[in-house]
């Protein structure tokens, strides 16, 4: 095992930090900051092949099925932040993301010791959730190894359906139980194996990529506005209007009544006012649109 770890990208020591422990504060902070610049250059580097995984999810979501993200530990919890942040943003199902962490939702907040250490247990938790070729599924593991995901990445590859991996290790053993890998490799961590640091923030920015991407091709975002928003809370009522405002050029109060009249549903107040209809009307243009703005407007004007 001691072996195995030494070969891993990230357990490697990082010579450029090897005396942090001797610097300033200020000196400390700063190569850190220099040392998390190579993560968006690492993320550059796999765009083909997160594009490619945008696209087999979307197709997959876009059917009926869902995305499920399984990890231990790290790169658990920031599958479960993704997950969790997707239905207040883009008003979707709380159920349309799923994300599994090894030790159930305990492990988000304490480690659940030897969880991720079991194959089958990841297999166990996708059935509970009844995963099916319907659905697509994401492995999240810093280091490409973590046995819990693999078993869940087995498992739904039994199935027929598509397996993506996410991890920060050149060749892992992950890659070889997945049809897309995705592995950004930002080198090695400013503190020898922490791979919350550069390697988390590597997974933070694809999943972000995936989860936002597929979100716009479905439809939620118009130009550049969250218009699938839910205003659910104060802050979030004034988004909604902002955004209306915003993507039809009209005073907030015609933005306020239009969003009264349909129940604080973006998307139709938008298409109301843009095209002068009513909320009914406004939801067929949406419906025949697949809930595509542009394309609603587009339908309309012929």
């Not at 089958?120 to 973590?146: C, M, N």
Request: proline letters at 4%.
């Amino acid at each position: 095992m001691h072996e195995e770890l030494k070969k891993l990208d990230t357990e490697q020591r990082n010579p450029l930090t090897a005396q942090i422990d001797t610097l300033s504060t200020l000196d400390m902070v700063t190569l850190i900051n220099q040392e998390d610049h190579r993560c968006a250059e690492a993320v550059r580097q796999v765009l083909p092949e997160i594009a490619r995984a945008v696209d087999v999810i979307y197709e997959k979501v876009h059917a009926g099925g869902r995305l499920f993200y399984v990890g231990a530990g790290t790169s658990g919890r920031l599958g479960v932040l993704d997950a969790a942040e997707c239905p207040p943003t883009y008003g979707v199902d709380p159920g349309l993301v799923v994300a599994l962490i090894a030790g159930g939702p305990s492990a988000f907040i304490k480690a659940v010791e030897g969880a991720e250490d079991s194959r089958e247990l990841g297999e166990k938790d996708l059935r509970e959730h009844g995963f099916s070729r319907a659905d697509a599924l994401v492995g999240i593991a810093a280091s490409g190894r973590t046995p819990y995901v693999i078993g869940a990445m087995d498992y739904a590859r039994s199935l027929g359906a598509p397996v993506m991996a996410l991890t920060c290790c050149h060749d892992s053993k992950m890659s070889r139980h997945a049809d897309i890998t995705m592995a950004p490799v930002p080198g090695p961590e400013v503190v020898t194996g922490s791979s919350r640091m550069k390697s988390g923030t590597c997974q933070k920015l694809v999943l972000n990529l995936l989860s936002t991407c597929v979100m716009i091709r479905m439809g939620k975002v118009y130009g550049n506005l969250m218009v699938d928003v839910k205003a659910s809370n104060e802050k979030l009522y004034a988004r909604a209007v902002s955004i209306v405002c915003t993507a039809t050029g009209e005073s907030e109060e015609k933005a306020k009544d239009a969003l009264t009249r349909c129940s604080f549903h973006c998307k139709t107040a938008i298409v109301m006012l843009l095209l002068g209809l009513d909320p009914e009307a406004a939801r067929q243009a949406l419906d025949r649109a697949d809930g595509r703005i542009a394309l609603a407007v587009r339908q309309a004007k012929g």
